[in-house]
């Protein structure tokens, strides 16, 4: 039973303003939640064959200032910049050559604030020229050089590890062209994620990516770490809607593949050596990427289940009775309900639950997609799959529901010192690597959240503490990673691999995977100035 727009459910409790919306019957659901252990795969060693040493083997030291606790390179052997360099570099970029500490600082600091850098220049060209003859200069003099967007990356691939030069995109920011028949956009590399999203809509379509840092993130640093968000389940990865790229390589040279055309088998897929390989092989500054058309019906419902075994009974009937029409499935715990409640002041509308879904409808008929999701609803409750509920129709109140689990990272930081982790598992076992660690890491742990995308099996996994804690980082690492491994997931599902995670790769690729990925490094930029000391492992440097 429904009630649409009420002041009060059938239990008399009154509905907040901020969400009087579709609200259907709560019920309590005999159903409890049961332990499932981890995998049941056989543990074996992970033995990285003779080509290069496992990351286990890799001498640890603390990033450059102290500031993440991962294992960071010693600094190679690359020249200083000098004040002859500065003349070039003001000579190229008139007024855009930034040398003040202060507004380095920020620059130099990653968004969660565990990495800090210590580079002394900050460079911002406009077009796709000046970053070519940068690069040139800085190859022949053979500087280090950091790519930079909007700088919310979370494994410390957008700052400098020592005194790089940052390369910021942000000037880059102009929409080039849109076809309103094929739904192509073609934009430069700085053109922050939610201003091509208020781009698109105008033109009646929308951005195939949507993610909760989309008023920062720019959109050549999405396609260069291959960022996943809300959208994926619907639309699939950037693999799939980028259509091509202007790339500048490590010499100065243009890479221009930035093609219009949906299928063109003529060759290799080049754009795709630099979709997710974080700035290491050239810097991109151009993205040509197919726009969906905008749905005339979105809808979103915000569910409580008793359980995660009946949140995946629910995600399976939800694919379905919904098909077609189905945007997102996301799910959060109780504990990430509490930071939200207790840091943001955010308000729950639904009855307490240990686990909440957010799913996201869009179509083209309002009627024909109601009517689904009514279907689906009801065989949920009566199935007693989920024990309570809200449905909103209008964008004030779908923003408000999604705000539930979009700013679950921003409350976190409020809770302490995070350690966050970005796992791709089997759907049915995403849970049980929290449930795991929960157990694992007992009092030494502030709290143990998990929320993430269960449409393509991410879990974002995230353990506080009150400070920054090395024994608790221990007791974390490798264990995530060795879990992570028995189940054949990934170490890193849609944030990369950056500085953090670089010595751990061999946890989801064999060594032959990875010494062919430094083969190609060394192959385009050989002199390795391209954020030298992300993605790749150390060892890996040394061949």
């Known amino acids: 039973m429904f009630v649409f727009n009420g002041e009060t459910n059938r239990q008399g409790r009154r509905i907040p303003q901020h969400y009087a919306m579709a609200v259907f019957t709560r019920f309590k659901s005999a159903v409890r939640w049961r332990y499932i252990p981890p995998c049941s795969v056989y543990r074996r060693r992970l033995d990285p064959g003779p080509l290069l040493r496992p990351a286990e083997s890799v001498p640890e030291r603390r990033v450059h200032h102290g500031g993440a606790e991962s294992a960071a390179p010693r600094r190679r052997p690359f020249s200083r910049v000098t004040a002859d360099d500065l003349v070039f570099f003001r000579g190229v970029l008139p007024g855009r050559v930034i ?213 995946l009974k629910t995600f399976h009937m939800c694919r379905g009775m919904l098909g077609e029409i189905l945007s997102a499935f996301e799910f959060l715990d109780a504990s990430c309900m509490s930071l939200l409640e207790n840091h943001l002041k955010l308000t729950n509308p639904i009855s307490e639950s240990p686990f909440y879904i957010v799913i996201e409808t869009a179509g083209s008929n309002s009627a024909h997609d109601e009517e689904k999701l009514h279907n689906f609803l009801d065989k949920v409750m009566t199935s007693s799959l989920v024990t309570d509920g809200t449905v909103a129709t209008e964008e004030a109140k779908i923003k408000a529901l999604w705000s539930l689990r979009e700013r679950v ?57 009150p400070t920054k804690d090395v024994g608790l980082l221990a007791a974390i690492e490798p264990y995530v990673y060795e879990w992570a491994a028995r189940c054949r997931g990934s170490i890193s599902a849609e944030h990369g691999l950056g500085l953090k995670k670089r010595n751990f790769i061999y946890y989801s690729k064999v060594p032959e995977a990875v010494a062919l990925m430094a083969n190609i490094k060394a192959m385009l930029d050989p002199r390795g100035i391209l954020n030298p000391y992300k993605t790749l492992p150390d060892d890996a440097h040394s061949r």
Request: hydrophobic share 40%; with cysteine; glycine share 10%.
């Open 99 to 311: 040398t003040d500490p202060d507004v380095l600082e920020s620059c130099n600091v990653d968004w969660l604030k565990t990495v800090k850098g210590n580079s002394e220049v900050l460079l911002r060209p406009k077009t796709t020229d000046e970053v070519s003859q940068i690069l040139r200069y800085c190859n022949a003099r053979n500087l280090a050089v950091c790519p930079q967007g909007g700088n919310t990356g979370l494994v410390g691939g957008s700052v400098p590890v020592f005194d790089e030069i940052i390369l910021s995109t942000a000037l880059l920011n102009r929409v080039l062209a849109f076809d309103t028949i094929s739904g192509i956009l073609t934009c430069q590399a700085g053109c922050v994620l939610e201003s091509l999203s208020e781009y698109a809509d105008k033109q009646d379509f929308v951005m195939p990516l949507d993610l909760g840092a989309k008023g920062s993130c720019h959109i050549g640093g999405n396609v260069s770490t291959n960022a996943g968000g809300l959208r994926l389940l619907r639309y699939g990865s950037l693999r799939g809607t980028v259509l091509g790229l202007e790339v500048v390589l490590a010499d100065g040279r243009v890479l221009n593949l930035l093609a219009s055309l949906r299928k063109d088998n003529t060759g290799f897929d080049l754009k795709q050596l630099f979709i997710g390989s974080e700035g290491t092989l050239g810097v991109v500054t151009a993205v040509t990427i197919l726009c969906p058309r905008k749905p005339r019906s979105i809808n979103v419902a915000f569910l409580g289940c008793s359980s995660f075994q009946n949140l």
């Open 409 to 465: 990272t921003e409350a976190l930081r409020h809770d302490g010192y995070t350690y966050k982790y970005d796992i791709s598992l089997p759907v049915e076992k995403i849970y049980d690597l929290v449930t795991d660690m929960k157990e694992h890491l007992g009092s030494r742990a502030k709290n143990v959240v998990g929320y993430g995308h269960v449409g393509d099996g991410n879990l974002h996994l995230n353990v506080i503490s």
